[in-house]
């Protein structure tokens, strides 16, 4: 019985023995750090990456091969796999964090996705200004310090008619240096059913909290009138605030004051009425088929004292946060210390000068500021690309997927119209071989991601949001997803925001 026992530990001994050599042996083949950097692959990548990206490369690649060999895998240790690794790992990591990627949600105004894509003439006078010194706070006529909000204030004021303007970061700064401004330890009387949270951060009755305004809810979730504003109003009273609901809406029995009619009770008393629009329309959709959002033109006819809005929502240009309204009180905000810390870059100053200026013209706004095009496309436009896609994807994909053209619903997005549904065209996939739910995620995780709902057993592609410069990369990515292409590892130039027909 003993004598097996010391057989048998005998023989687990030599085979740990005879697999510690090979793993020993393999170790030694491993090349060193030095060995990689002075191949011939070697003085490639440091031609082209930043040596600290190779170094940290060939460290991962020559750690991750120690690894599998001591958990007793055999990896491939020829130098030229080993440097296929690396060459992997140093394009991963010389890659960009922040990338393009194809929208075929359909979502136009898409949050996560970044919002409003700029228009040519925008990205235009953006570098441009990027690349030079500017008059960005230097006025030209006196060769005096200048205004950095005078260079928009005119085109602004023209276009919404409103008596003067100043722009911030985004919306909530502008809402929150309103009601800093105004009502800072005063009361701010706000119906229940605006008591908005919008994109998960921006609720307001935290933002009010936040400037020190008082939030005076009046009304009820559905039904606001006019007696329960007038019932609220008090002498610390300093701000009739309206909030455009934007993402939600309350269907049913419901009332809400209009500004018209707040106009008229803060005439009355005279305390200010500031609407928050959030979006921001500059063009009355409804003649397009889209109803449902007021325009700020509208609203500043009202004789609203302060507007605020966004500049990357439905006025289709960058982050920034629009206010016009009253010359007295726009003034007040200008010496308002929060201004200089909400305040824009160049960069957005010219890229939204540029997306206002669009609009003097109406028809070439709706043309060329790829948000409103992409909201107003004739359903016909968007079933021809999806046509297209189709058409390319057909050839590639037939054998790994069933696919078609389908009618379906896009969505404005951006805290925009949410009870409207645009009718669009997608292109449905569904894949023979792989589950729906693993085209999806290879689509979000390759060089370009694609980003596209799952329905049922197909996955989507709205062509209401794919541009029509992408519609290549786009089928090859499909076609690298259902593993029909060999990923060439390139990163494609492709020039997602300019994309033109
Ligand atoms: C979107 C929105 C905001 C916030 O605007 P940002 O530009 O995202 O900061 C504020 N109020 C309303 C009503 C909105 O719709």
């Given at each position: 019985m003993a004598r097996l026992q010391v057989l048998n530990l005998d023989r687990d001994a030599s085979v740990v023995l005879q697999k510690h050599m090979t793993i020993q042996q393999q170790l030694a083949q491993l090349p060193s750090v030095d060995e990689c950097l002075k191949s011939s692959y070697g003085k490639k990548w440091l031609a082209s990456y930043a040596r600290k990206t190779v170094l940290r490369a060939i460290r991962e690649v020559i750690d991750s091969k120690r690894k599998e060999i001591l958990n007793g895998a055999a990896p491939d240790i020829s130098i030229d796999a080993i440097s296929r690794c690396i060459e992997t790992a140093v394009k991963k990591h010389s890659a960009y964090k922040l990338r393009p990627l194809i929208?075929?949600?359909?979502?136009?105004?898409?949050t996560n996705l970044g919002r409003s894509i700029l228009s040519a003439v925008a990205i235009e006078h953006m570098m441009v200004t990027a690349g030079s010194y500017s008059n960005l706070e230097y006025d030209l006529s006196t060769g005096k310090r200048g205004r950095r909000y005078s260079n928009i204030r005119d085109i602004i004021k023209e276009l919404t008619g409103a008596e003067d303007a100043v722009v911030v970061n985004n919306n909530a700064a502008a809402v929150l240096i309103c009601l800093d401004t105004f009502a800072k330890g005063r009361e701010v009387i706000v119906s229940r059913g605006e008591l908005v949270e919008i994109g998960g951060s921006f609720r307001i009755p935290e933002v009010m909290k936040a400037s020190g305004a008082i939030l005076r809810e009046v009304g009820t979730t559905n039904k606001t009138h006019f007696a329960d504003y007038e019932n609220a109003l008090c002498g610390n009273t300093a701000l009739l605030l309206k909030v455009h609901q934007s993402n939600y809406r309350v269907i049913g029995f419901t009332e809400e004051v209009p500004v018209e009619k707040l106009m008229k009770l803060g005439r009355e008393y005279g305390i200010p009425v500031m609407d928050d629009l959030g979006s921001g329309c500059m063009i009355d959709l409804k003649k397009y088929g889209v109803p449902g959002e007021p325009t700020v033109q509208e609203v500043v006819r009202t004789g609203a004292d302060v507007v605020t809005f966004s500049g990357?929502?439905?006025?289709?240009?960058?982050?920034a946060g629009i206010i016009v309204g009253k010359e007295k009180l726009i003034q007040k905000i200008q010496k308002n210390p929060l201004l200089r810390a909400m305040r824009i870059d160049k960069m957005t100053l010219a890229s939204l000068e540029a997306t206002f200026m669009q609009y003097l013209d109406e028809e070439k706004a709706l043309r060329e500021i790829p948000a409103l095009r992409m909201m107003t496309e004739p359903v016909e436009i968007i079933r021809k690309r999806a046509k297209k896609i189709y058409a390319l994807l057909k050839k590639d994909i037939s054998g790994a997927a069933q696919t078609e053209v389908v009618p379906d619903q896009s969505q404005a997005g951006g805290?925009?119209?949410?009870?409207i549904n645009f009718p669009t065209f997608a292109v449905s996939v569904k894949p023979d071989n792989i589950s729906v739910n693993e085209l999806e995620k290879r689509l979000r995780l390759g060089d370009i991601p694609v980003i596209a709902r799952i329905k049922g057993n197909a996955l989507l592609i709205d062509a209401r949001t794919v541009q029509d410069g992408e519609v290549k990369d786009l089928v090859r990515c499909v076609s690298t997803a259902l593993g029909l292409?060999?990923?060439?590892g390139t990163i494609s130039n492709i020039k997602i925001i300019n994309a033109k027909n």
């Open positions: 929208n075929a949600t359909g979502v136009v105004i898409h990357d929502k439905l006025l289709g240009g960058p982050q805290g925009s119209l949410p009870e292409s060999r990923d060439d």
